[in-house]
Every structure is written in C-alpha cells, then in structure tokens.
C-alpha cells in the first residue's frame, strides 16, 4: 500500500492527484505541519529537510514531491500520463514537470515561509511583492505555451498535475486574475475528479 503523509493544500496534493488518476490505492496520512514536529527526529528519518510531503511505498521513503510522481508512473503508470520515454514530447513533458516545482512553485513557497516565519510587522511588501512577480514570469510563459492546446503534452499528462498544483497556489497567493487561456486551461483542471479528491484530502 502507497503511503501519502499529507497536509491538505500542500505539495501531497500532487501525489493523491496521480494516484487517483492511475486508480491506485493508497492511504493518506495526516501529518503535523507544525515547525516544532517538523524539526522533530521522528519526522527528519523521514524527510531530512523537515518539509511535506513524505511517500512511503513497501521499503522506498521518498522526499520530493516530482520524484513521487515520477516514481508511482515507472511503477505503476504502464504507460499512462506520460508521453513515450526518449521522445521529443517525453522531454517536454520534463521540462514542465521540472519547471512547475523547481521554477514555478519556488518563489509561491517562499511567500508562504515568509509569512509563516515573520509577523506582520516584520514581513517585507517589496519581497513579496519580488516573488510575486517571479511567478507571474511564470504564468505569463505558461499562458503562452497553453494558446490553441488542451493540456501542455497531447494528452493529459503528469505533467498537468505538477503543473495545476502550481497554479493553484498562484490562485490563492498572488491577488491577479490569470490571463484567459491559462484560466480556461486551470477551470479544466479543476474539473477533474482527481482533482477534486486531492484538494479535500
Ligand atoms: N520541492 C519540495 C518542496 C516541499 C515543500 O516546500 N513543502 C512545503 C509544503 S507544500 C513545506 O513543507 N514547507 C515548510 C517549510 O518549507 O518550512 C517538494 O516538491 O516536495
């Protein structure tokens, strides 16, 4: 049985996303998002850097949301959600699944820590302000690759997942209307049910 240790409305969202577009199954696990038990040495034997998520799948404990979603379609996606290894398309298809965590998401999670780590009065409008525009680059580009298509690969992909988690949270952190196509392309992800379990998870 895959193990999901899962706050609701973090990167864990991604995982539930996949597994139940795949039809797997798979237990969630809520874990303590507190800084004390994240810093505890029961949780760092599990993630090291003491962030969520955390995937357990028989003797695998896995960090890093991408490489679990990468990990659960060698395993299990027979093909599915994924374009064929070594084409063109299949290096597309990495090129956004990295790009949702390691470009897209980074400036929307320091946003987050920087509330979290300062009060009010010591957080600073000019950073925010900074990392906001870091990630609307993002949406800008994103908005372009998405005109005249439906998903970023021919068919619905991993790929959107990475993608629409990362989207998601520009929702909810930077107070701009997204630009139609890639509002449009967001309403489509919403759709899913997959989706939609993984953000009442
Ligand atoms: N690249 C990591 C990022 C993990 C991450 O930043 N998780 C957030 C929740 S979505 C977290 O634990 N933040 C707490 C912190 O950074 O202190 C992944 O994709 O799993």
Not at 9 to 37: A, H, K, M, N, Q
Not at 138 to 150: F, M, P, Q, S
Request: proline residues 5%; negative net charge; charged residues 25%.
């Amino acid at each position: 049985m895959i193990r999901i240790y899962h706050v609701p409305g973090t990167r864990s969202v991604r995982v539930i996303w996949l597994c139940e577009e795949l039809g797997l199954d798979y237990e969630v696990v809520p874990v303590d998002f507190s800084g004390e038990y994240r810093a505890s040495p029961e949780w760092r034997k599990l993630n090291p850097v003491g962030k969520v998520p955390v995937m357990i799948d028989g003797d695998l404990t896995l960090f890093e949301s991408g490489a679990m979603v990468q990990v659960l379609l060698e395993r299990y996606g027979n093909g599915r959600l994924a374009p064929e290894p070594c084409t063109d398309e299949h290096a597309h298809f990495l090129q956004w699944c990295w790009f949702a965590e390691a470009t897209f998401a980074r400036p929307l999670g320091e946003i987050v820590n920087h509330r979290r780590e300062f009060s009010k009065a010591e957080q600073s409008e000019a950073s925010i302000v900074e990392m906001r525009n870091r990630a609307w680059v993002c949406v800008e580009a994103l908005d372009k690759e998405i005109a005249g298509r439906t998903w970023l690969c021919e068919e619905f992909s991993a790929a959107d997942i990475m993608t629409g988690y990362s989207i998601m949270l520009v929702t909810r952190l930077v107070p701009r209307d997204l630009p139609a196509g890639i509002a449009a392309y967001f309403q489509r992800l919403e759709a899913r049910a997959g989706y939609q379990v993984a953000m009442s998870a």
